[in-house]
């Protein structure tokens, strides 16, 4: 069975790594320490098809060391042991690199288990995760271990990658190809970063190809169909989910309707509509609120309308919502008057409710003081009488402040004409 194209063009050196010059461009931190020979620990962190296991090979070749691969999907503590025992022997002279990918699928015990063999230095970790190593890497190996963080390759670094896989094939199958103008471009930005997904989609196109005259002529159009939805990197239980969720939110409050639009799109086509309308409530309630109050009920309505008609239709509801989050005017003094309010709840300032505002109707024998005394603010004038409402150890606070937008200032000058001023906060 042939290898796959992707496995067949692997780099051998540094400088045909595909990407990562913030790591091994010249004179970058990765680059000088791989030229050292010294390689501590490492724990390599990024999504999947952008050159970690390529890099480790790279590295056990230039410290001649012997290279042993793992995966934390299937190994074992027993294969991390038959690793330690090649240690001293002919088949691992200089030491061993392990090579452990998806590390996070480690559970503790079998993490705590390496300790033991890396802490003397004769085996070299090199963990690759596509998850947060923070998040999934035992504590104690990644004290011992310098992560460093890989990302998705740009469509600049993909091109020739691509140009280079399709005259590679020239060459394995003596075929002239002839890829249409555009289809080197579109395959780059298709892979989402991926170098081995526009490798297999440079294969899969060439393997497709229309042969005339003895010439494979690779299509526009056939590229776009064996490659359609694959820049979509997208695990609603992953990094990427949360990162595409953040900046859908982000985008919305910074009122940047065109980059909230992209997010939504994105959530919409790896079928997240859930999220989606979450956060879309959540922003219009926490960004928006109290400056245009009557988009909570217009958002809501929206995302009842997106639930019911499902997808794809609930597109075009989520779509004018969102637009009208981005482009209202925003206010989150009602957000910041709950957080204030919470945080003195949580540190036990809640002081005894007024006696006028307590759910009694009548006084025991031993009260001197008898009566409610709760004065209804709708027997006086403009529905409004001064009285205390907070506890006595929290009368003069203010949690809400009045936002600098036209709803809340109009409010603020209405109480402050009722009220003359008193109590009213800036």
């Not at 990918?101 to 033991?116: A, G, R, V």
């Not at 440079?202 to 939805?229: F, K, M, N, P, Y």
């Not at 999220?275 to 995302?303: F, H, N």
Request: hydrophobic content about 35%; some cysteine; aromatic content about 8%.
């Amino acid at each position: 069975m042939t290898a796959p194209l992707a496995d067949r063009l692997r780099p051998q050196t540094l400088d045909e790594i595909v990407g990562q010059r913030h790591l091994l461009g010249p004179g970058k931190a990765l680059r000088r320490i791989i030229e050292s020979g010294e390689i501590p620990n490492m724990v390599f962190y990024g999504p999947s098809g952008i050159g970690k296991t390529t890099l480790a090979s790279i590295i056990a070749r230039k410290t001649n060391r012997s290279l042993c691969k793992l995966n934390g999907t299937t190994a074992s503590t027993s294969d991390i042991r038959d690793v330690v025992g090649r240690l001293d022997t002919l088949a691992a002279p200089n030491g061993i690199l392990l090579y452990l990918d998806e590390i996070q699928y480690f559970n503790k015990k079998q993490q705590q288990t390496l300790l033991e063999f890396i802490e003397n230095g004769q085996i070299t970790l090199i963990a690759s995760t596509t998850e947060n190593p923070y998040f999934y890497v035992y504590n104690a190996i990644l004290s011992r271990s310098t992560v460093f963080e890989f990302k998705p390759v740009e469509k600049e670094d993909i091109i020739p990658a691509v140009n280079r896989a399709f005259r590679f094939l020239e060459q394995e199958q003596n075929l002239e190809i002839h890829p249409e103008e555009g289809v080197a471009e579109w395959i780059a930005t298709a892979c989402g970063g991926d170098v081995r997904k526009a490798m297999n989609a440079v294969e899969l196109s060439v393997l497709s190809g229309e042969i005339r005259d003895g010439v494979c002529h690779v299509s526009l159009e056939h590229a776009r169909e064996l490659t359609q939805r694959s820049a979509l990197r997208y695990d609603r239980a992953d990094d990427e989910h949360y990162d595409i969720l953040s900046a859908f939110q982000k985008s919305m409050r910074g009122s940047d309707p065109d980059a909230a639009v992209h997010y939504l799109a994105r959530l919409l086509e790896a079928g997240d509509l859930p999220s989606a309308c979450r956060r879309l409530m959540v922003c219009a309630c926490e960004d928006v609120g109290l400056a245009y109050p009557m988009i909570i009920p217009i958002v809501k309505a929206a995302v009842d309308a997106a639930l019911q008609v499902g997808l794809p239709e609930a597109r075009i509801p989520l779509a004018d919502a969102v637009i009208l989050v981005s482009i209202a005017p925003k206010s989150n003094t009602g957000h910041d008057a709950i957080n204030a309010a919470i945080a003195d709840v949580q540190r036990g300032r809640i002081g005894s409710i007024p006696r006028h505002l307590q759910n009694k109707h009548y006084d025991g024998a031993d009260n001197a003081h008898k009566g409610q005394f709760y004065k209804y603010p709708h027997d006086y004038p403009n529905r409004w009488v001064e009285q205390q409402y907070l506890p006595d150890e929290l009368k003069d606070v203010h949690y809400y402040q009045y936002g600098q937008n036209k709803n809340e200032q109009a409010y603020k000058e209405y109480w402050s004409r009722i009220k003359g001023n008193r109590g009213q906060n800036s």
